[in-house]
C-alpha cells in the first residue's frame, strides 16, 4: 500500500499527487539551457552559478562560462585568475574557486586512471565526470543539494534536491515549523523528500517540486486559491502558509569600513590581490586601509576633496563602507603587494563587484586625470 503518510492524507496518495505535480510541470516551466541538456558538467556548473543568484542573473554567467568552458578539460586547463574574471560580479568567489579545484580533481583522477591502465577512455566530458552521488559529493564545493540535482539530472538516479525553494514547497506541505536550514531541519526535510521522491522518474520530479516552489509556492503571497497541489497542502489547511518555512535567527550583521585609495600617473594606478582567509580572496582592488567606525567618521572631513564614491556594499553577513579617494601623484608609491598597471588593463583582472562600481565611476567622473592623452 502506498499512502501519502508524510502529507498525513487518507484519501491522498503519492500517484494522484505525481500526477497534479507534473502536469503543473508541463504546463509551466521554463525552457532552461540546464534543463534541456544531460551533461552532467554543464548541469553541474548551473548548479553552482544559481546558488544564492537568481536565474535571470545566473543566465548569462551560464552561458558565457559554457561557451569559454564547454568541458571539464578545458576548466581544469584555465588559470584561477581567468575563472574569477569570468565570474566577476557574481559574488561567493569562493564557488568559482572550488569549481575549478574540482574541474582538476575530476580531469587529474581520470588522467591517473588512464595511466594506471585501470581503464581506458575518451576525452568526452560525460566519460570522466563522476556518476554516483557520493563520488559526486567529494568534489570541492559540491554538498548534498548539488551531488543529489546532479545525479536526478544528468544520470535519473533517485535522489531529492532539496533547495531553498523545495524546503519552502515541503514545510507548507506538511506544516512543519522546524527551521529548514539547521543540521535537524535539514535531516527532517532530507527524510520527507526521500519518502516523498518518484523513484521511476527522479530527474522529472526534482525538476517539477523546484521550479513549482520558484514559480508557484513563492515566499510571498502564493495564489493557494488556484493552486493544483492545495489539497495536499496542511499549511493552508491550516491557514499558516505566511508562517512557512521557518529559518534559524540570522547572524548579526558586521560593519566594515574601508578606504581605497585610486593613486594616477600618466594612465596608471596601483592594484594588490586580497590574499588571505577574508572575502573577495585572489581578487583584485585598489590599495585599501580598513578602519574602525570613530576614525571612518574622523577622517571624512579631511577627505571630502579626494573623495570620489562612498558606497555600501552588503554581503550576507557584513555591510561594507567603502569610500574611494582618488590621488593624482607624480610618481606611483611603492606599496608593499602592489604592482603598477594601465587603467586600461583592469579589465584584465578579476575585481569584486565593489571595485568595479568604483572603478566605473571614476572613469565617469575622472576621465580626464585617468587617461592622461584626453586631457592633451
Ligand atoms: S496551497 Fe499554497 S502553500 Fe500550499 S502548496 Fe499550494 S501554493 Fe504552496
Request: charged share 25%; net charge negative.
Amino acid at each position: 500500500m502506498f499512502f501519502f503518510v508524510i502529507l498525513h492524507s487518507k484519501t491522498m496518495n503519492k500517484d494522484s499527487f505525481y500526477r497534479d505535480l507534473t502536469t503543473w510541470y508541463d504546463v509551466n516551466h521554463r525552457i532552461l539551457p540546464w534543463r534541456e541538456t544531460r551533461d552532467p558538467y554543464k548541469i553541474w556548473i548551473s548548479e553552482i552559478i544559481l546558488q544564492q543568484t537568481r536565474v535571470d542573473q545566473g543566465m548569462d554567467y551560464y552561458l558565457r562560462f559554457v561557451e569559454r568552458f564547454p568541458d571539464v578539460q578545458s576548466l581544469a586547463a584555465a588559470s584561477e585568475d581567468e575563472v574569477l574574471r569570468l565570474w566577476q560580479g557574481l559574488g561567493y568567489y569562493s564557488r568559482a574557486r572550488n569549481l575549478h579545484k574540482a574541474a582538476q580533481y575530476v580531469v587529474d583522477g581520470a588522467q591517473c586512471t588512464m595511466h594506471d591502465g585501470a581503464s581506458a577512455h575518451s576525452d568526452k566530458t560525460n566519460d570522466v565526470f563522476p556518476d554516483t552521488f557520493d563520488e559526486l559529493r567529494q568534489l570541492p564545493g559540491v554538498g548534498d543539494y548539488t551531488a543529489g540535482a546532479i545525479a536526478a539530472f544528468a544520470y535519473d538516479l533517485p535522489h531529492p534536491a532539496l533547495d531553498g525553494n523545495v524546503y519552502r514547497v515541503l514545510a507548507r506541505l506538511t506544516d512543519s515549523d522546524i527551521a529548514f536550514d539547521t543540521t535537524q531541519g535539514k535531516k527532517h526535510f532530507h527524510r520527507i523528500a526521500e519518502e516523498l521522491l518518484d523513484r521511476q522518474h527522479p530527474r522529472q520530479f526534482d525538476s517539477a517540486i523546484m521550479e513549482f516552489g520558484a514559480l508557484y509556492c513563492v515566499p510571498q503571497h502564493p495564489d493557494c486559491e488556484h493552486c493544483p497541489l492545495q489539497v495536499y497542502c496542511q499549511a493552508y489547511q491550516h491557514n499558516t502558509v505566511d508562517l512557512l518555512p521557518v529559518r534559524k535567527p540570522r547572524p548579526k550583521v558586521r560593519d566594515r569600513y574601508l578606504i581605497y585609495t585610486l593613486y594616477i600617473y600618466a594612465g596608471k594606478t596601483l592594484i594588490h590581490q586580497r590574499m588571505g582567509n577574508d572575502i573577495w580572496k585572489h581578487l583584485w582592488e585598489f590599495p585599501l586601509e580598513e578602519v574602525d567606525e570613530s576614525m571612518w567618521k574622523a577622517s571624512k572631513k579631511e577627505q571630502t576633496k579626494q573623495c570620489i564614491a562612498e558606497l555600501t556594499h552588503q554581503l550576507s553577513h557584513q555591510r561594507l563602507h567603502a569610500r574611494f579617494l582618488l590621488q593624482e601623484v607624480k610618481q606611483l608609491p611603492e606599496i608593499a603587494g602592489c604592482k603598477a598597471v594601465d587603467w586600461c588593463e583592469l579589465d584584465d583582472y578579476a575585481l569584486s563587484r565593489l571595485t568595479l562600481r568604483a572603478t566605473d565611476i571614476a572613469t565617469a567622473t575622472a576621465g580626464r586625470i585617468i587617461f592622461p592623452k584626453v586631457r592633451e
